[in-house]
């Protein structure tokens, strides 16, 4: 399928509000980087002065550039061509020009609830070997869970499809339910390690066990092998993934220039973090959180006696993050080096100040949608996907 997205420059207004879970993700009924900053560049139709400001009053002008089926993530490749996963089980590579074309090749995903298909990534090597990394929640027994695969990007023609798709990665246990699959992905900076968010699937406890994936941060080889080097190497097949662990619903996952990982979670009702994801470390949940149990039963707070790793950032009420992304273009040089968070409760975009391994928030700016994805094109413009199926790029006035 081929189609050709216009672009508009668009005054953003409030839209009708999705059915939401208490926690802000969107919920759909039942049914049958490293991110990298690659060369080349889509031209934009709005290039002023850094650090101008739009007739608004906001530092980047909005433009609308089409509308998608359920769009949850989006990737740039080495020429300047975007692929765009669709929860339903879509993925979409976009031209330089604004021709779409529907990639054959995608595995069968759940959909139903917050599951569908995942993120999409390239791999530090594609140039040479077209490779591509996806997540998606799959069927297994005992219920669903996230799942990674490798796969190699061919296109011909006006045909595109994915070859050799292997599956590396599962996580463990299946369990039921639709919430909290996680399957951020991102390549630490040297390409040689793939980290893979794991959330703990609404069921708490297995967060803090390490002979479970849930609610984990995972380290693995581009193979989809445990890493060499994880700290709980020596506790079981499972945890010699584990990274880091504690975690709820980590919806962001990315690296800043000097090589920190960061990540963005949702707390429960309350409690949204942005995490320095460290070697081996524990984050509390569902022991400590900076929010309260649905319903208002407390949890303790991170406290500096707790033995729990404590959020850099926080926020509550919940503006419940579903993306991270960490600047480093050239639009908008004042920015470089900060974090980029959408919100999907919150229906904005939130910018927060890294100083090295400490963060702090620095604006929120309300679009009146669910923003599902923040990404940078390689002109340094910034992307985003909402959950009401548009895609949005913030150019500077």
């Known amino acids: 399928m081929r189609r050709r997205w216009g672009i508009v420059v668009a005054a953003v207004g409030l839209l009708a509000a999705c059915t939401a879970s208490p926690e802000g993700e969107t919920v759909t009924p039942s049914t049958s980087s490293t991110r990298t ?19 608004d009053g906001r ?59 995942g993120d999409v990534i390239v791999a530090p090597d ?41 599956t590396i990665w599962q996580q463990q246990p299946k369990v039921s339910g639709n919430g909290h699959y ?45 890493a060499d080097g994880n700290p709980f190497a020596d506790r079981g097949e499972v945890a010699a993934d584990v990274w880091s662990y504690g975690h709820r619903n980590p919806l962001g996952l990315a690296f800043d220039g000097d090589g920190n990982l960061w990540n963005s979670e949702m707390g429960p009702q309350g409690g949204d973090e942005l995490n320095l994801v460290r070697e081996g470390a524990n984050y509390g949940w569902p022991e400590a959180s900076n929010g309260s149990h649905y319903g208002g039963e407390d ?56 100083d090295g391994t400490d963060a702090a928030e620095g604006d929120t700016w309300e679009l009146g949608r669910r923003i599902r994805e923040v990404e940078q094109a390689p002109d340094g413009s910034i992307w985003l996907l909402t959950d009401e199926g548009t895609m949005l790029r913030l150019v500077a006035p």
């Open 299 to 354: 949890i303790p707070d991170h406290t500096a006696e707790d033995g729990f790793e404590a959020p850099k950032a926080s926020w509550n009420p919940s503006i419940s993050p579903g993306s991270l992304m960490i600047y480093s273009g050239s639009m908008f040089p004042q920015w470089q080096g900060d974090a980029f968070i959408g919100a999907l409760s919150g229906e904005a975009l939130i910018r927060v100040d890294l």
């Open 37 to 55: 900053a690659p060369s080349g560049a889509e031209p934009s139709a709005a290039q002023g002065s850094p650090g101008g400001t739009a007739p």
């Open 182 to 226: 996680g399957h951020r992905l991102a390549f630490s900076p040297d390409g040689a390690h793939l980290f893979v968010s794991s959330g703990e699937r609404q069921k708490m406890q297995p967060a803090q066990d390490l002979d479970s994936h849930l609610g984990k941060i995972i380290r693995l080889d581009p193979d989809g092998s445990a």
């Open 126 to 166: 594609f140039d040479s070997t077209r490779h591509l990394y996806l997540s998606w929640a799959e069927a297994g027994s005992g219920g669903s869970g996230a799942a990674v695969a490798r796969a190699t990007l061919t296109t011909d023609g006006g045909a595109a499809k994915l070859d050799d798709l292997t």
């Open 59 to 117: 530092p980047f002008l909005v433009e609308e550039i089409g509308d998608l089926d359920e769009p949850w993530a989006m990737t740039f490749l080495p020429d300047g061509r975007s692929l765009i996963t669709g929860r339903g089980g879509e993925l979409t590579l976009r031209s330089t020009d604004g021709d779409t074309t529907e990639v054959s090749g995608v595995p069968d995903v759940v959909h139903q609830g917050q599951g569908g298909l």
